[in-house]
T-cell receptor
Framework: AQKVTQAQTEISVVEKEDVTLDCVYETRDTTYYLFWYKQPPSGELVFLIRRNSFDEQNEISGRYSWNFQKSTSSFNFTITASQVVDSAVYFCALIEDTGGFKTIFGAGTRLFVKA | ETGVTQTPRHLVMGMTNKKSLKCEQHLGHNAMYWYKQSAKKPLELMFVYSLEERVENNSVPSRFSPECPNSSHLFLHLHTLQPEDSALYLC??????????????FGEGSWLTVV
């Protein structure tokens, strides 16, 4: 069965610190897709990144970077030089190629960035 | 501006009321979703429509009734709700389903309080 674990419930950092949000997943499929979403207090889940299981290249987008490692079934997210606007709940998610319409979400990690 | 819009953003209703949540997507997608997000619980998939046909119905109580008149619009009709139904209801859309791992795009959500 597929599963996504975000072990960090809450993280608090001071502005300009780097922070890594962990995501570990379980799946039996060889083809699957991983996602990260950001949920600010307003409520909307904002799509950040999508990765397929055949592409293990790390990705960087501005202050955001993602480290995908199939060997450890992890898809971690790092924010460099965090800012107050990064305060939000971050969700990691997985959908299997055979999963139909069921995206599996982790429980989320709440990030507080203090000025 | 989000490609998925939800109205109303906030709704307070009594347990005997009947109300509806509305969702519209401007992304040309074929699949639409309702998710429920309660405090301290993971995102729960409620319903999925693909090409206006319901393809997922995850044991949701009958007091929640979805309607998808076309691929751009989705409604969630509410009647005789309970206080524990108070939550954030998120609408989302994707191009298709799990195959090819289509990204789900979310609306801003409707905050529902049942009194």
């Amino acid at each position: 069965a597929q599963k996504v674990t975000q072990a960090q419930t809450e993280i608090s950092v001071v502005e300009k610190e780097d922070v890594t949000l962990d995501c570990v997943y379980e799946t039996r499929d060889t083809t699957y897709y991983l996602f990260w979403y950001k949920q600010p207090p307003s409520g909307e889940l904002v799509f950040l990144i999508r990765r397929n299981s055949f592409d293990e290249q790390n990705e960087i987008s501005g202050r955001y970077s993602w480290n995908f490692q199939k060997s450890t079934s992890s898809f971690n997210f790092t924010i460099t030089a965090s800012q107050v606007v990064d305060s939000a709940v971050y969700f990691c998610a997985l959908i299997e190629d055979t999963g139909g319409f069921k995206t599996i979400f982790g429980a989320g990690t709440r990030l507080f960035v203090k000025a | 501006e989000t490609g998925v819009t939800q109205t109303p953003r906030h709704l307070v209703m009594g347990m005997t009321n009947k109300k509806s949540l509305k969702c519209e997507q401007h992304l040309g997608h074929n699949a639409m979703y309702w998710y429920k997000q309660s405090a301290k619980k993971p995102l729960e998939l409620m319903f999925v429509y693909s090409l206006e046909e319901r393809v997922e119905n995850n044991s949701v109580p009958s007091r929640f009734s979805p309607e998808c008149p076309n691929s751009s619009h989705l409604f969630l009709h509410l009647h005789t709700l309970q206080p524990e139904d108070s939550a954030l209801y998120l609408c989302a859309s994707s191009q298709d389903g799990g195959a090819s791992g289509n990204t789900i795009y979310f609306g801003e959500g409707s905050w529902l309080t049942v009194v």
